[in-house]
């Protein structure tokens, strides 16, 4: 078992948190993360960046292999997000993760068409 800090951080993740591993100067995760920012605020998503270049370990671990999305513990996504999935990914995660009283909610919100689960390339 890794003894690194990120991964206790994303082991303790909850499926509201995604986590973009990315690098200065990647055009790639540029376009990930503003592709991704209006689906983070329609479901009350938070997202934390982390710059692999300034931790050895996440360098190694990731090279050239940016940007990697996380949401909570489960890895989603490399390179290139396919939006309509992330939107369904992070309804099913959302969904699972409300109280009972708030499932009505979330079942209009599908009703509505909006499909959407990461796609890992």
Same mark, same amino acid.
């Given at each position: 078992?890794? +003894?690194?800090?990120?991964?206790? @951080?994303? #082991? ?9 591993? +990315? ?11 503003? #592709? ?14 982390? =710059?692999?270049? #300034? ?26 997000? =396919?939006?309509?999935?992330?939107? @369904?990914?992070?309804? @099913? =995660?959302?969904? =699972?993760?409300?109280?009972?009283? &708030? &499932? ?18």
């Amino acid at each position: 078992m890794s +003894t690194h800090p990120e991964d206790a @951080r994303l #082991a303790a993740s909850g499926p509201r948190d995604v986590t973009l591993y +990315t690098r200065p100067g990647c055009h790639l995760c540029d376009e990930a993360k503003s #592709a991704i920012e209006p689906l983070l605020r329609e479901f009350g998503a938070t997202l934390r960046e982390v =710059d692999i270049d #300034a931790d050895p370990v996440l360098k190694e671990r990731y090279g050239w292999d940016v940007p990697v999305i996380f949401i909570g513990q489960r890895k989603a996504a490399k390179h290139r997000v =396919d939006l309509e999935q992330f939107r @369904r990914d992070r309804g @099913r =995660d959302c969904r =699972d993760s409300v109280h009972p009283g &708030q &499932q009505e909610l979330q079942d209009n919100s599908e009703s509505n068409g909006r499909p959407g689960e990461i796609h890992v390339e």
